[in-house]
């Protein structure tokens, strides 16, 4: 597990240097401005889709049902030709409806800056179907235990923006936003790249026109009955970001791009050591769970606890008190000014009283995936996310940005709350603080 979780971390913090560099150079060539927020609003949309899919429903759901497949090779097929399907179609509907589509997720924006942003949504959007494919063979090689691939190449990503911001740089603002938007899309097609060289190397089938076995093998992985909820159950921090971003739209020109920013700095400690560790601990908990063997799953969720908790605490209080020098460091140059590094300072913070909380429950909730309790967790979420909107509605008046930040951090709590109540807080001491035992070997 330690040798999976090194290679996941070591991927993310590749990639979210390169991000920070993107962001340092789209800091200082865009600004905080009108035009920073049209392209962040534009890629918001399929980012949240892709933390989504990437980070949890689809991998949580699919490789429990792949792994239990008696015919694997018709099973993903099945997978990919009716999810692909879908999403296209959904990309050419947001495509003929861009500008209906970026009211709705930016409703705060007025009519002349939602005509700027609508064909950025229309051309960020088809990063989802290249995306979509990326955590699919993604998932493939996990099973194999297979995790460099995956880990490194969001890398590319960001090495396609930042050449995008390096050619354009020198052009109007508008003309940028259009080649970082394009700057996607090369990014996620580098990223399908490198997983099929992958898939190829591994000599992983996943692909046949032979489905005469598909119907009886979907119905008995319950896939989608499971797949449903999860897509709840595994993006409270995400779901709470887009939400942030909607009442932005409401304040001040920049605010969209200060929570950008701060949640920038925010997810990196969150990846890096919250999600590698989940990623890396899914297959070992699900395969235990389905072994009948709790005693292991629990001495691994022990062991998780204890580097999680020491590391995202470290983490929080070194981001708290040098929030004002982490932002200026990263991103106070050129159009990004003092004043844009005060508001993104106050807000970073706001956002690090969370990531105990999100980090610990994310872990956490593999129990409930691996017991196929995907509605159970989706539940959790939905009220944290209840709960969310209650808190942003009442703090986004006095504190504003700031205020959005905190309520998602507090949610953040009400969610680990809610996971360990069903995980159980007897179950969680036993864990914790004595060691587990033969007599902790028992059903959820």
């Not at 913090?13 to 392209?39: E, K, M, P, Q």
């Not at 194999?144 to 995008?164: E, P």
């Not at 706001?350 to 990531?355: A, D, K, S």
Request: glycine share 4%; hydrophobic share 55%; charged share 15%.
């Amino acid at each position: 597990m330690i040798k999976h979780i090194f290679t996941n971390s070591a991927g993310i913090l590749v990639s979210r240097i390169l991000g920070f560099l993107r962001d340092l150079l789209t800091a200082s060539i865009l600004g905080a401005n009108v035009y920073s927020d049209i392209f962040f609003v534009a890629f918001k949309l399929p980012n949240l889709f892709r933390r989504i899919f990437a980070e949890g429903a689809f991998t949580q759901v699919f490789i429990p049902a792949y792994a239990r497949s008696h015919h694997k090779i018709q099973f993903s097929s099945v997978i990919l030709s009716q999810f692909i399907g879908f999403i296209v179609l959904l990309s050419l509907v947001v495509t003929l409806f861009a500008e209906l589509i970026t009211k709705a997720i930016a409703i705060g924006f007025d009519t002349t800056t939602v005509d700027l942003a609508a064909p950025l949504v229309a051309i960020c959007f088809y990063y989802l179907p290249l995306i979509f494919i990326v955590t699919f063979l993604a998932a493939l090689l996990q099973y194999k235990n297979h995790f460099a691939t995956t880990a490194f190449s969001t890398a590319l990503l960001n090495i396609a923006l930042i050449i995008a911001l390096l050619i354009s740089q020198g052009e109007d603002q508008y003309t940028i936003t259009f080649y970082l938007s394009w700057g996607v899309i090369a990014g996620g097609v580098l990223q399908v790249a490198v997983h099929l060289i992958a898939i190829k190397k591994l000599k992983i089938k996943f692909f046949t026109t032979n489905l005469k076995k598909r119907k009886r093998d979907i119905k008995q992985s319950k896939f989608y009955k499971q797949f449903y909820p999860a897509v709840f159950g595994s993006s409270a921090a995400h779901i709470a970001a887009f939400l942030d971003t909607w009442l932005a739209s409401f304040l001040v020109s920049g605010s969209i791009s200060y929570l950008y920013y701060a949640n920038r700095v925010f997810q990196l400690p969150l990846a890096l050591f919250a999600i590698a560790t989940s990623v890396a601990l899914f297959p070992t908990i699900a395969k235990a769970i389905k072994n009948n063997d709790q005693l292991k799953a629990l001495l691994y969720l022990r062991k998780a606890f204890y580097i999680l908790f020491a590391l995202l605490s470290v983490a929080t209080v070194i981001g708290v008190v040098f929030d004002d020098f982490i932002v200026w460091l990263l991103f106070e140059r050129g159009a990004f000014e003092a004043s844009d590094t005060a508001n993104t300072a106050l807000i970073l913070s706001m956002y690090l009283l969370g990531l105990l909380p999100f980090g610990l429950a994310k872990v956490f909730s593999l129990w409930l995936y691996s017991h196929e309790k995907q509605g159970l967790a989706a539940k959790i979420t939905m009220k944290s996310l209840i709960w969310n909107i209650v808190f942003s509605i009442i703090l986004i008046f006095p504190f504003e940005a700031a205020g959005l930040a905190l309520a998602s951090s507090l949610s953040g709590f009400i969610l680990l709350h809610l996971t360990l109540k069903e995980f159980g807080y007897n179950r969680f001491f036993n864990t914790i603080i004595k060691k587990p035992s033969k007599d902790h070997n028992d059903q959820i």
